[in-house]
C-alpha cells in the first residue's frame, strides 16, 4: 500500500502544508512515519466498513430485506473475520455509530444485487464481480463517505486511492477460505518505503536553498513568483530525488512528479514541470551532479 509514489505523495503534503521554515529539524525521522501510520489507520478503517456493512445487511436479513449477494458473500465475510484491533490506531472509527454512510448507499447495493439475481447464474461464480463492482463502482465513489473521512483526516482523502488500490491488489490473492491470508500492513511492513520517504525529506529540507536555485533562469516566462508554489516544491524535491539518489533513474523520477504534479496542481503543471526537469536533468548530468549507477536500478 505505501509504495514509493504514496511516499513521494507524503513528503509533496508534508513540505507544502508545514514550508520549509516550519519543520522542525528534530522531527525529519518522524514526520513520514507518522503520516505512513496514518495511511494504515484509513485501511483499516476501511475494513470495519466492510465488516459494518456486513452486518448491516445482515441484520437486515432477519427483517426480510433481502440482499444476499451481500450477506451470503465469502469475501465480505472475509473481511468480516478480520481482526483490525491487534494494531493499535490513534484514529478509530467506530461505524456502528456511523450507519447513515451505509444507508446512503444502501439502495445502490439491492438495485445491483438485484441485477446479478436476474442474471440466473450461479452465485459463486458471481460473488467476487459483485464485491468489486459494490467497492469501486458504489462506496469508493460514495461522495459523502469522502466527506466525512476528510473530516477526520484531511490527508485521508489523498490517501483513500492508494488505499483503495491496495485493497483491490489484495482480494486477487487471497485464499477466500483463510482470513489469515490476508496480511494487516503495519509500519514494519514498509519498512524501507517509509526510510526512503525519510532520506528524500532530509535531502530536501538539509539542501533547500541549493535545490530551488537550479530553478533559477529556467523559466524566462514566468516570474519566480508567479510559479505555483505546489509546481516549485514538486521541482525541488524532484530534483533532490534526482541529484541523491543514484538508484532511482531518471526517467522514473521524472515521471512520477509529473504524475504527482497531474494530480495535486493544475491541469497544465504536468507538462510544465516536464519540460523545465528535463532541462535541469540535462544539465547536472553534465556538470556531473547527476550520476545513476548500479545494475539493479530501482523505482
Not at 494487516?184 to 539542501?207: A, H, K, M, Y
Not at 503543471?269 to 548530468?285: A, E, M, Q, R
Amino acid at each position: 500500500m505505501l509504495n514509493r509514489r504514496h511516499i513521494r505523495t507524503i513528503v509533496v503534503q508534508t513540505i507544502y502544508s508545514n514550508y520549509i521554515e516550519l519543520i522542525d529539524k528534530k522531527n525529519y525521522s518522524k514526520i513520514v512515519k507518522e503520516n505512513a501510520i496514518i495511511s494504515l489507520e484509513l485501511f483499516l478503517n476501511i475494513i470495519d466498513y466492510l465488516k459494518e456493512i456486513h452486518l448491516y445487511f445482515n441484520n437486515l436479513e432477519s427483517q426480510k430485506y433481502s440482499c444476499p449477494y451481500i450477506s451470503n458473500n465469502p469475501y465480505f465475510f472475509f473481511f468480516s473475520k478480520i481482526n483490525t484491533e491487534t494494531i493499535k490506531r490513534n484514529n478509530k472509527i467506530n461505524w456502528d455509530l456511523h450507519h447513515n454512510y451505509i444507508i446512503e448507499i444502501q439502495n445502490q447495493i439491492f438495485e445491483l444485487n438485484n441485477e446479478y439475481i436476474e442474471r440466473k447464474e450461479k452465485a459463486d461464480k458471481l460473488y467476487f464481480e459483485f464485491f468489486i463492482k459494490t467497492y469501486s463502482d458504489i462506496i469508493v465513489t460514495s461522495e459523502i463517505l469522502h466527506d466525512f473521512l476528510e473530516e477526520q483526516n484531511i490527508n485521508w482523502v489523498n490517501d483513500f486511492p492508494y488505499v483503495n488500490s491496495y485493497l483491490i491488489k489484495e482480494i486477487n490473492i487471497i485464499d477466500i477460505q483463510s482470513p489469515s491470508s490476508f496480511n494487516l500492513p503495519t509500519p514494519n511492513v514498509f519498512e524501507e518505503e517509509i526510510r526512503f520517504g525519510q532520506l528524500l525529506l532530509n535531502s530536501v529540507l538539509d539542501n533547500y536553498t541549493e535545490l530551488l536555485s537550479n530553478l533559477d533562469g529556467r523559466t524566462p516566462n514566468w516570474d519566480s513568483d508567479r510559479i505555483a508554489l505546489i509546481d516549485k516544491l514538486i521541482m525541488v524535491i524532484a530534483i533532490a530525488e534526482l541529484i541523491y539518489f543514484p538508484l532511482i533513474p531518471t526517467k522514473v523520477t521524472i515521471n512520477e512528479y509529473i504524475e504527482i504534479a497531474k494530480e495535486f496542481s493544475t491541469p497544465s503543471s504536468g507538462k510544465f514541470i516536464n519540460g523545465i526537469l528535463d532541462n535541469i536533468v540535462k544539465d547536472l548530468t553534465k556538470s556531473g551532479l547527476i550520476v545513476k549507477k548500479g545494475r539493479g536500478l530501482i523505482t
